[in-house]
C-alpha cells in the first residue's frame, strides 16, 4: 500500500524535506507518496510547520497523525481543528544544535570573553576566571534540550543545577522540581539556561520576584521562548545590575522590533531566534520512524500532552 503524506510546510520546506524523508521511509519499508496538493480526505499522514496557525484540518478525516517539525507547540496546539495525534520534534540535530549554542553562551560568560578575551582598553588585568567546577549554572526545563545541555554543561565539569515539573536523575545534575525546587535553582544560579515551553504555567516565570532570587550580576540565557519572561523586569534588574546581562534567542514578538529596548541596551545580547534549528537529514528519520509506528500499530513518539500544553 502507499501511504500518502500532505506537507503543510510551506513549499520551501517540502523541497528541502522531499528526498531526505522519501529516502527514511524506504529505509523502514514504507512506500509513500509525499505532495503539497493531496485531496485532504485521502491523505494518511500531515507533516506539520504550517506559516499560519489557522489552517483548518477538518478535511483530513483519515489522517492518522500529524507530524510537526518544530519543538514548541503553543501556536499549534490550540487549533479546534487539530483533532487527529499531535507529535512534536524530537530531532538529533536540533538538540545537538541547541547543545552548541547553550555551551557557546555560557563560556563566553564563563571566562568573560567580552571583558578580557576581547580587551581593547590596553589593561593587563591578568585575573583568570575560576574553573568550571566554582561556577553555578542553572538551567529550568529538562526536557530533550535542557536535559542534553544540562548533561553537557556538567560533563564540562561545571556545577549543575536543574529544574522540570515532574521529578527527574540526570547524571552529574542537582534535579529539582515543583516551586521550592524552582527557588533552590534560582538562587544557585550565577548563568541561568531557560528552556522551559511556553504554557499557561511557565508565562512570565521570570519576573521580578524570581530575578530577585539570582544571584547579583547573574547572567540569563534564554533559548526557550520569549514569553518566560516579565520583559519590564528583566530591563529593571539589568539597570540595577541584579542581572549582569542577558543573551536573548527567542522574544514575545519576532522579528524583535527595531525600537524595542532590549537592542540598545549595553546589557543585552540578541540573538534572531536562531539558537537552534530542526535539520531535515536527521529531523526526516523521526518522521519516518512515526509513519512506520502508526503502519505497524505501535504508539508515536513525541506526542504532545495537550493537557500539560507541550
Ligand atoms: N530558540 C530556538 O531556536 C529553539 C529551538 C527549539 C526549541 N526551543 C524552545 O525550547 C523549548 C524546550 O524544548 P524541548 O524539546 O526540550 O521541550 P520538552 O522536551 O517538552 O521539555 C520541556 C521541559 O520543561 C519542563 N516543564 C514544562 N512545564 C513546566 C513547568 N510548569 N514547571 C517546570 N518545568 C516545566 C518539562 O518538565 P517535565 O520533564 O517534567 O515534563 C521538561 O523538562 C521548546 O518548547 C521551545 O520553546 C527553542
Known amino acids: 500500500m502507499i501511504v500518502k503524506v500532505q506537507f503543510i510546510t510551506g513549499t520551501e520546506r517540502f523541497e528541502e524535506y522531499r528526498e531526505p524523508l522519501a529516502r527514511a521511509l524506504a529505509a523502514v519499508g514504507i512506500a509513500a507518496d509525499l505532495a503539497e496538493d493531496h485531496p485532504e480526505a485521502e491523505v494518511d499522514y500531515i507533516v506539520y510547520a504550517p506559516s499560519d496557525a489557522a489552517v483548518d484540518l477538518s478535511g483530513y478525516s483519515r489522517a492518522r497523525a ?9 501556536t499549534i496546539i490550540g487549533n479546534p481543528t487539530l483533532t ?42 591578568t585575573r583568570v576566571p575560576p574553573l568550571a567546577g566554582n561556577r553555578r549554572l542553572g538551567v529550568l526545563g529538562l526536557g530533550a534540550l535542557g536535559a542534553a545541555c544540562a548533561t553537557t554543561l556538567a560533563g564540562l565539569g561545571f556545577d549543575v543545577a536543574g529544574w522540570s515539573r515532574r521529578p527527574k536523575t540526570l547524571d552529574g545534575v542537582a534535579c529539582h522540581a515543583g516551586g521550592d525546587g524552582l527557588a533552590a535553582v534560582l538562587s544557585h544560579a550565577e548563568i541561568l539556561v531557560l528552556l522551559l515551553p511556553h504554557t499557561a504555567a511557565t508565562e512570565n516565570i521570570l519576573d521580578a520576584d524570581r530575578l530577585a532570587l539570582l544571584p547579583k550580576g547573574a547572567v540569563i540565557l534564554n533559548p526557550g521562548r520569549g514569553a518566560l519572561i516579565d520583559d519590564a523586569a528583566l530591563l529593571a534588574a539589568l539597570d540595577a545590575g541584579q542581572v549582569g546581562h542577558a543573551t536573548l534567542d527567542a522574544f514575545r514578538v519576532e522579528p524583535l522590533p527595531p525600537d524595542d529596548p532590549y537592542w540598545a541596551h549595553p546589557g543585552v545580547t540578541v540573538t534572531p531566534h536562531l539558537a537552534s534549528v530542526t535539520r531535515p537529514e536527521t529531523a526526516a528519520l523521526v518522521i519516518a520512524e512515526n509513519i512506520r509506528r502508526g503502519e505497524a500499530g505501535e504508539p508515536f513518539l513525541h506526542l504532545v500532552d495537550r493537557d500539560a500544553g507541550y
Open 66 to 74: 500529524a507530524l510537526g517539525l518544530w519543538a514548541g507547540v503553543e
Open 84 to 125: 487527529m495525534p499531535y507529535a512534536r520534534m524530537v530531532d538529533e540535530g536540533l538538540t545537538q544544535g541547541m547543545v552548541e549554542w547553550v555551551t557557546g553562551h555560557v563560556l563566553r560568560h564563563h571566562l568573560g570573553m567580552d571583558a578580557d578575551t576581547c580587551r581593547r582598553d590596553a589593561a593587563w588585568d
